[in-house]
């Protein structure tokens, strides 16, 4: 892949290819095929971050040989999500991890320094929520965010979200995770002058419906600035954050 791009390179400083048409070609560079799986080598040029791998379903030797062919092509962070801990014991016999077994993820590599606008604050409604959100919180962290956790302020206890309008007031932005009904987005959005990702989980009784309550809830919010990902999608949230957090430094 490099000595590909390094033809193109060349072909800029020689002036028979435009920086434009170099532009495009480099995007459209394709994947790596390993047969079980195609790994996008270039989703950080075209996306600006690097593909994520999803753990749920792929045997440790899958996952292994992913890692190779990432770190084969020059990707030195890599994130792992769900991912059990019995599949990380053995992928880390192959590669130096660290395992996050609340958020269900794995890094490989160091965390980059955060390079984005601000902070991302991260709220949950309950101490329940927290798996999703640190999720959430990793992913940001991988991506090169500076994340604050603000754990367990739902609204059951208004005066716990309150206490804490500083934080909330002075993030670039913030994701709310409730379960239960959901609320707790809706009051962030009534009190944020920054956009808010709201995350539904699945966390509550029968009549939650796994979350679609909380969904519901959430999509329905009188808040404005206040946009709604998968129940559960704590990976979803953490990566719509980083680019929001972001936008301006990549438009600069």
């Given at each position: 892949m490099s000595?590909?791009?390094?033809q193109?390179?060349?072909a ?12 495009l ?8 095929d390993?047969d079980?799986?195609?790994v ?24 292994v040989g992913?890692v190779d062919?990432?770190?084969?092509n ?11 801990t019995?599949?990380a ?6 590669h130096r991890?660290?395992?996050h077994k ?8 160091e965390?980059?320094?955060?390079d984005?606008?601000?902070?991302i ?5 309950g101490?329940s929520?927290i ?9 940001a ?6 994340v604050?956790?603000?754990?367990d ?7 716990r979200?309150?206490?804490?309008l500083?934080h ?5 932005v913030?994701i709310a ?5 959901g ?6 959005g ?8 709201a995350?539904?989980?699945s966390?509550g009784?029968?009549?939650s ?12 919010s009188c808040a ?8 559960d999608?704590?990976f979803?949230?953490?990566y719509?954050?980083?680019m929001?957090n ?7």
């Amino acid at each position: 892949m490099s000595s590909e791009i390094k033809q193109v390179l060349e072909a800029v400083q020689e002036g028979s290819l435009s920086v434009e048409e170099a532009l495009l070609k480099i995007r459209m560079k394709p994947f790596a095929d390993i047969d079980y799986a195609k790994v996008d080598l270039h989703r950080k040029v075209r996306q600006g971050a690097a593909e994520v791998i999803y753990g749920a379903g792929k045997t440790s030797s899958q996952i292994v040989g992913i890692v190779d062919t990432m770190k084969q092509n020059g990707q030195n962070t890599i994130l792992i999500t769900r991912l059990s801990t019995e599949v990380a014991q053995e992928v880390g016999k192959s590669h130096r991890l660290s395992y996050h077994k609340e958020a269900k993820a794995a890094v490989i590599g160091e965390l980059p320094v955060p390079d984005g606008i601000g902070r991302i604050v991260i709220a949950t409604g309950g101490t329940s929520d927290i798996p999703v959100a640190e999720e959430a919180a990793l992913t940001a962290q991988v991506l090169g965010n500076e994340v604050f956790r603000l754990y367990d302020v739902g609204v059951a206890g208004l005066h716990r979200t309150l206490a804490n309008l500083e934080h909330i007031m002075g993030a670039s932005v913030i994701i709310a995770i409730a379960g239960m009904e959901g609320a707790l987005a809706s009051v962030i959005g009534g009190l944020a002058s920054c956009p808010v990702i709201a995350v539904p989980t699945s966390v509550g009784y029968g009549a939650s419906f796994g979350g679609l309550s909380a969904l519901l809830s959430m999509l329905n919010s009188c808040a404005s600035g206040v946009a709604v990902v998968n129940i559960d999608n704590g990976f979803g949230a953490g990566y719509m954050a980083s680019m929001i957090n972001h936008i301006l430094l990549t438009k600069s």
